[in-house]
């Protein structure tokens, strides 16, 4: 089986409080990551308040990159916001980046408590959002925030959220362990729930590592059906860091058997070049 990979080093790496890349590092990175193999770069959120961001993504076109995938990051529609006319949505369509990457909610406390509006226009959020930027993209991906939390509290508006993305045609839905403290084994079981629900449609997995256990998550969501994992270079990013993709990767396909368009060797030069423009 293949796992496709999918790096968030230019966004979530550049969270790390100890990271502050350039515009001029992002370009170079993306080339490198681009020759390492990965089938997708996340360059970044971009907006208004954003322009090394916005800028990189009218940039990377002129690196005629020759394997990844270019993927804008950004959220769902805010509430009562016509997808048309939410800024944020519209910030992503000028990026002009082949594939959209959005994250919505999928704990009810966090849709009623931090974005404070209602179950069912939280659902409508995801699915107009998904359906406006199928419209202006070649892939359109669903990163389900806060989800193995959200399955924990209240399993059904977790899955109904994730059915609101595939009704609306989302490529991959990722779940996310956002806090980083979901374990190992329930990553599996969960996944595993999940991928036979939606049978047919393509699954990925973004896991944190606030309890030390991102890259175990990830392989074990992997071996449960997954088939997308999104993690850093290195194992940068806000907190405790994301999950390294240079371990997961290794893993996969020297261990487990796993397919990959990775040059796994080219991934000790890789690893260092970026971690020293890091």
Same mark, same amino acid.
């Given at each position: 089986?293949?796992?496709?990979?999918?790096?968030?080093?230019?966004?979530?790496?550049?969270?790390?409080?100890?990271?502050?890349?350039?515009?001029?590092?992002?370009?170079?990175?993306?080339?490198?990551?681009?020759?390492?193999?990965?089938?997708?770069?996340?360059?970044?959120?971009?907006?208004?308040?954003?322009?090394?961001?916005?800028?990189?993504?009218?940039?990377?076109?002129?690196?005629?990159?020759?394997?990844?995938?270019?993927?804008?990051?950004?959220?769902?529609?805010?509430?009562?916001?016509?997808?048309?006319?939410?800024?944020?949505?519209?910030?992503?369509?000028?990026?002009?980046?082949?594939?959209?990457?959005?994250?919505?909610?999928?704990?009810?406390?966090?849709?009623?408590?931090?974005?404070?509006?209602?179950?069912?226009?939280?659902?409508?959020?995801?699915?107009? /959002?998904?359906?406006?930027?199928?419209?202006?993209?070649?892939?359109?991906?669903?990163?389900?925030?806060?989800?193995?939390?959200?399955?924990?509290?209240?399993?059904?508006?977790?899955?109904?959220?994730?059915?609101?993305? /595939?009704?609306?045609?989302?490529?991959?839905?990722?779940?996310?362990?956002?806090?980083?403290?979901?374990?190992?084994?329930?990553?599996?079981?969960?996944?595993?729930?999940?991928?036979?629900?939606?049978?047919?449609?393509?699954?990925?997995?973004? &896991?944190?590592?606030?309890?030390?256990?991102?890259?175990?998550?990830?392989?074990?969501?992997?071996?449960?059906?997954?088939?997308?994992?999104?993690?850093?270079?290195?194992?940068?990013?806000?907190?405790?860091?994301?999950?390294?993709?240079?371990?997961?990767?290794?893993?996969?396909?020297?261990?487990?058997?796993?397919?990959?368009?990775?040059?796994?060797?080219?991934?000790?030069?890789?690893?260092? &070049?970026?971690?020293?423009?890091?």
């Amino acid at each position: 089986m293949k796992v496709f990979l999918y790096d968030t080093t230019l966004r979530d790496g550049n969270q790390d409080r100890k990271i502050s890349l350039s515009l001029a590092d992002k370009l170079q990175i993306a080339r490198i990551l681009d020759h390492f193999g990965f089938d997708y770069i996340e360059g970044g959120w971009p907006n208004p308040s954003n322009p090394t961001d916005e800028e990189f993504f009218k940039l990377v076109k002129d690196l005629k990159l020759k394997h990844a995938k270019i993927a804008a990051f950004g959220s769902t529609r805010r509430p009562g916001v016509l997808p048309e006319k939410d800024p944020l949505l519209q910030a992503l369509v000028k990026s002009g980046a082949p594939v959209k990457t959005i994250f919505g909610k999928s704990w009810d406390l966090h849709v009623t408590d931090v974005i404070r509006t209602t179950l069912e226009e939280n659902l409508d959020m995801i699915e107009s /959002s998904i359906a406006y930027l199928k419209e202006h993209s070649e892939e359109v991906i669903y990163d389900a925030e806060h989800f193995f939390d959200g399955y924990k509290e209240d399993r059904m508006y977790a899955v109904s959220t994730l059915s609101a993305a /595939s009704v609306a045609g989302a490529d991959t839905i990722v779940l996310c362990d956002t806090n980083g403290g979901t374990s190992p084994e329930k990553i599996g079981e969960i996944t595993a729930h999940i991928n036979d629900l939606l049978y047919g449609v393509k699954i990925g997995i973004h &896991t944190h590592n606030d309890c030390g256990m991102a890259v175990a998550g990830a392989i074990a969501a992997v071996k449960a059906g997954a088939t997308h994992v999104q993690g850093t270079l290195l194992g940068f990013g806000e907190r405790c860091g994301n999950a390294n993709l240079s371990t997961i990767i290794a893993n996969l396909v020297i261990k487990e058997r796993y397919e990959s368009d990775v040059k796994l060797n080219l991934l000790t030069k890789t690893a260092h &070049t970026v971690s020293e423009l890091s």
